[in-house]
């Protein structure tokens, strides 16, 4: 097929996506397998070979990227239920004066943020941010734009998070380079975003809390007997250093042999993650006196409601390999290159404009980065890691009415 065609066939495509979740409200998960369909047969994609591609896409995603989701919702909800997160949000809040509260709650949700799904941090945080602004009688606009600021960075930068995961899986880029390169921007952007604009918007909004609409948002933690602070600290930031210590020995060349290898190893995504897994198992479980068929029913309350995104992320996967199996992703992928449009920017501009029209930042990652993938081939790390943040950023971008985040 010409390219032309080929072209027409992803806008019709990721037109139907957007057009089955924005208009008809169909599941994302739905509308991605729909759209995967629509644009294969548009692009003269035989029935065989688009069922193929489909299923292969999605099975070699949900088994790299699925396995990790699956432990870092564990490591959260362990995190969560055993009062670990209270104890670092306590801690944080009860050594900050009031006029550093703001960067507290930035400081708050960047931590909590790193083990925890979007969603998740704001239920958590919503409390604490409606507490803090009743009682140092300050606009919650205040406190509350720094706390989302902190988590929306790390929901679009920070791996083990579905969508930097699915960016890194489809560019093929290093985890914990990313990972750096994902802190390295994450700070400076919640700062700006978070407490600096947060104050200007006070200005605007200047409404203080009101308690009685947390209802019973505020409830005690399962388990009596709370972690140390160091302890939840430990856990948030255990994966965090052992995948940029692999990263550290990969760059300096000494992951070969030895200590070096033996960092490496443990450093790999799915080995760190494990290896955290187990530590909170046994810290903000066991040695709390949770017993062995407690930790077991919380792990297992813990995986239902990622459901929905491991179908997503795994129909993302699906949609990816449609793209460059029926030659889609390397006819765009050329169109831009021929256009001399930098790669970053084209890689945020096409996450931002599918972003803005479904409203559903895992959606804009899978989309961008099957499009951006035949455009790695050749790139640094440094470059593919770096492509991998612009995605994410464009993925959080102007947060809106068809978000439910937004609301």
């Not at 709390?288 to 795994?314: Q, Y």
Request: hydrophobic share 60%.
């Amino acid at each position: 097929m010409s390219a032309a065609g080929l072209v027409v066939a992803a806008l019709v495509g990721i037109a139907s996506i957007i057009v089955l979740i924005v208009w008809f409200k169909v599941h994302p998960f739905l509308a991605l397998m729909a759209g995967s369909g629509v644009m294969a047969l548009c692009a003269g994609v035989s029935y065989t070979e688009m069922f193929s591609s489909f299923t292969t896409g999605l099975g070699s995603t949900l088994s790299g990227v699925g396995l990790l989701i699956v432990l870092g919702t564990i490591i959260g909800a362990l995190l969560t239920s055993s009062g670990g997160s209270d104890v670092i949000v306590d801690a944080i809040l009860a050594k900050t004066p009031v006029k550093r509260l703001p960067w507290a709650l930035a400081l708050v949700a960047f931590i909590i943020g790193i083990p925890l799904f979007f969603e998740v941090g704001v239920v958590i945080l919503i409390p604490v941010v409606m507490a803090a602004a009743h009682r140092a009688k300050l606009p919650v606009v205040l406190l509350g734009i720094p706390a989302l600021a902190g988590l929306s960075a790390l929901h679009g930068l920070i791996p083990p998070h579905p969508g930097p995961l699915i960016a890194i899986e489809a560019l093929g880029a290093n985890l914990g380079l990313t990972l750096g390169f994902g802190l390295i921007v994450a700070i400076p952007c919640v700062a700006i975003a978070g407490p600096l604009l947060g104050k200007v918007m006070a200005k605007w909004v200047p409404i203080e809390a009101n308690m009685g609409l947390l209802g019973d948002a505020v409830s005690a933690p399962q388990d009596s007997k709370k972690p140390h602070f160091w302890v939840a600290i430990l856990v948030v930031l255990l994966p965090v250093v052992l995948m940029l210590a692999a990263t550290v020995v990969e760059l300096l060349g000494v992951d070969g042999a030895g200590v070096g290898a033996a960092i490496a190893f443990v450093g790999t995504p799915l080995i760190a993650l494990s290896i955290t897994t187990v530590a909170a198992m046994f810290l903000l479980g066991y040695g709390l006196g949770s017993s062995a068929g407690e930790v077991s029913k919380r792990i297992g309350a813990s995986l239902g409601p990622i459901a929905s995104i491991l179908l997503i992320v795994g129909a993302g996967g699906g949609f990816k390999q449609t793209l460059v199996d029926s030659g889609i992703a390397d006819t765009i992928a050329g169109g831009i290159t021929q256009m001399g449009l930098p790669l970053l920017l084209a890689a945020w501009l096409v996450s931002v404009l599918i972003r803005l029209a479904t409203g559903s930042a895992t959606v804009a990652t899978v989309t961008a980065s099957g499009i951006m993938a035949p455009l790695v081939q050749g790139l640094a790390p440094t470059e593919a890691a770096l492509m991998v943040l612009a995605i994410g950023a464009g993925s959080v971008f102007l947060s809106h009415v068809n978000d439910a985040g937004f609301w």
